[in-house]
């Protein structure tokens, strides 16, 4: 009798799923954000749902369910139904560093995914209160040394790539700063403005402005280049801390059994928006760095950052 279900069962996969994936989309598409509205992983994805949409001829939505370094999003996706009309906006948070962060993750980023594309990745950024008398890293650097224990920097939540880019720079310099977690990017840089935290790491693309105003210090950023979109930040490296190399990456993943059919309509829609003259342009005015892999490199992609940071967070005392 089992048998006889099990082989009725495959018929009827065999039978029904390329009609289902045929039939993609036929309904509303949400890519489900992480992060509270206004932060970077929530610009990408209100960038490209327009042109996604236009391509699918469907709608494509941005849902936010923020908390928890976007994990509560990423499990909400884990476990939603395999055909395409929910996505994730995976990242290096929930995606690479939530594994060794998290003790009772909800989903497995490798075993609950396939992976459609990285989109493209953006530096972090050291950002100082203006009123500090802090001028470069150097002057960073010693005030932190010269006030041990004393010292806080915000980012917008715990075991976020901003959390842990904060505490390499403790482990690389021999600092000794505390992390306050926010629920988001922007409730971080409120209390920074407001002279609340000293000391913020975010991603850059939602601080161009607020650096060229002057309304914030930006001391250094994560990657080996600098960035054209704020070509005056030197990066971590050039100013002597070669191993503070960070990308706060993002990219789309579906949740793991999505018909390869569908996860195929998916990246041509995805690839269709990045190739886009003014998606390209709105990247580099974020200053974020456009990669748009094909689904294998997205998972090859994945599957070494999250080697990397695994390493980063085991050497890490915040997490032991």
């Not at 990242?91 to 990285?118: C, G, Q, R």
């Not at 950024?125 to 010269?146: E, Q, R």
């Not at 990247?283 to 094909?294: C, K, V």
Request: hydrophobic content about 45%; glycine content about 8%.
């Amino acid at each position: 009798m089992r048998k006889t279900l099990l082989a009725a069962l495959a018929v009827v996969a065999l039978v029904h799923g390329p009609a289902l994936a045929a039939d993609f989309p036929s309904e509303t598409v949400r890519i489900v954000v992480g992060f509270t509205p206004g932060g970077s992983s929530d610009l990408v994805a209100r960038l490209l749902a327009p042109t996604m949409a236009e391509d699918l001829g469907t709608p494509v939505i941005v849902e936010n369910q923020p908390g928890a370094a976007s994990t509560i999003a990423g499990a909400a996706v884990a476990k939603a139904k395999p055909d395409g009309y929910t996505i994730f906006l995976s990242n290096v948070s929930a995606s690479s560093i939530a594994p060794f962060t998290y003790k009772d993750l909800k989903y497995d980023p490798v075993a609950d995914f396939e992976d459609i594309s990285v989109l493209g990745y953006i530096p972090a950024v050291l950002l100082a209160n203006p009123k500090l008398p802090i001028a470069s890293l150097a002057d960073f650097v010693a005030y932190v040394k010269a006030n041990p224990g004393t010292i806080n920097f915000g980012s917008g939540g715990h075991g976020t790539m901003n959390h842990i880019t904060g505490e390499l720079l403790n482990l690389e310099a021999g600092l000794d700063m505390a992390h306050i977690a926010y629920k988001g990017s922007a409730e971080a840089m409120n209390d920074l403005l407001a002279g609340v935290i000293p000391f913020q790491v975010d991603a850059l693309t939602q601080n161009v402005g607020q650096i060229k105003a002057g309304a914030v210090k930006a001391l250094a950023i994560t990657t080996p280049q600098r960035s054209p979109a704020a070509p005056d930040v030197p990066t971590f490296s050039e100013l002597g801390y070669p191993n503070i190399v960070a990308y706060n990456w993002v990219g789309l993943s579906a949740p793991k059994g999505t018909p390869p059919a569908v996860v195929d309509r998916l990246y041509a829609a995805i690839a269709k928006a990045m190739a886009k003259d003014e998606v390209k342009k709105q990247f580099e005015g974020w200053g974020m760095f456009h990669i748009g892999t094909n689904p294998a490199e997205a998972e090859a992609f994945v599957a070494a950052e999250i080697a990397k940071w695994g390493k980063v967070v085991k050497s890490s005392k915040a997490f032991q």
